[in-house]
């Protein structure tokens, strides 16, 4: 048995119904000495590429040796598979549908992904429309107790991936990418990261980066409070990722930006 294991949950169920509740009673059911730490339960319902995001951002901020479950989940009862991914410091477990598709590109090396078979870890009857609670919660309470992963079933090669957009460099000077995620205060997260700016900065340390999207062009703020006149302004946000603001406001309904909506990055002097 792991030594104060720790599990984390991450769905779309919103905090209104007793989902995330059944969940949790299920782990502590099994084993009593799991941590359970809730992610988020606001993801936007069936929203598997957000939930993508979310995990691939947060799963590093907890203890080696977690359990993360993830239940966006549109196509529970169905046929597609659940699974555990391992890698060398983090369990993942959920379905099959590309939820994991930033873990899989991150941690290609010591990858490996079962599809989960062995319902003696699951509860004793499953439900069509709840796989968080019958399989999802009960496998993951049982791998903190000590079950071998391949105990779960057997290793797969053809897990579904997502495709996220990645970033291009149109000019030498230019990098362009796009709005992947709108967070509750309004602020536009890029796929844009404070290593690609490096590769313009490389040019010209000293140089002025510029930020463009929507026809609006603003500038690299280092903190919030320095865009003190409700403009649009840029920041490299606490997971790395370039995000456009409004201090105090909401960038997103201001200036009418949404996911997929292009940012271009240009060094100008």
Request: net charge negative.
């Amino acid at each position: 048995m792991q030594s104060n294991p720790v599990i984390t949950l991450t769905s779309d169920f919103g905090y209104k119904d007793p989902f995330v509740g059944m969940m949790k009673g299920v782990i502590s059911s099994i084993n009593p000495l799991a941590k359970v730490i809730d992610i988020t339960h606001g993801i936007s319902p069936q929203n598997i590429k957000e939930a993508a995001l979310t995990i691939g951002t947060s799963y590093t901020f907890f203890p080696a040796k977690t359990v993360h479950i993830v239940v966006v989940d549109p196509g529970v009862g169905s046929s597609r598979r659940p699974i555990l991914v391992v890698t060398d410091q983090y369990y993942f477990i959920g379905p099959d549908n590309g939820v994991f598709s930033l873990i899989y590109s991150t941690q290609k090396e010591t990858l490996e992904v079962i599809h989960m078979t062995a319902e003696h870890y699951f509860m004793s009857h499953i439900g069509p429309t709840f796989h968080g609670r019958d399989i999802f919660a009960p496998a993951a309470a049982w791998r903190t107790k000590g079950i071998e992963p391949l105990n779960f079933g057997e290793m797969i090669t053809d897990y579904v991936t997502i495709p996220f957009p990645s970033v291009s460099s149109p000019s030498a000077t230019t990098l362009q990418g796009e709005i992947i995620y709108i967070d509750r205060f309004g602020n536009a997260i890029t796929n844009i990261k404070a290593a690609d700016l490096d590769s313009l900065y490389s040019i010209r340390p000293e140089a002025t980066l510029k930020v463009a999207t929507n026809r609006k062009q603003t500038e690299i703020k280092t903190y919030y409070a320095q865009g003190t006149d409700k403009g649009l302004y840029a920041i490299i946000n606490s997971s790395g990722y370039l995000e456009l603001f409004v201090y105090s406001g909401n960038a997103a309904s201001s200036f009418g930006i949404k996911v997929g909506d292009v940012v271009e990055v240009t060094l100008v002097k």
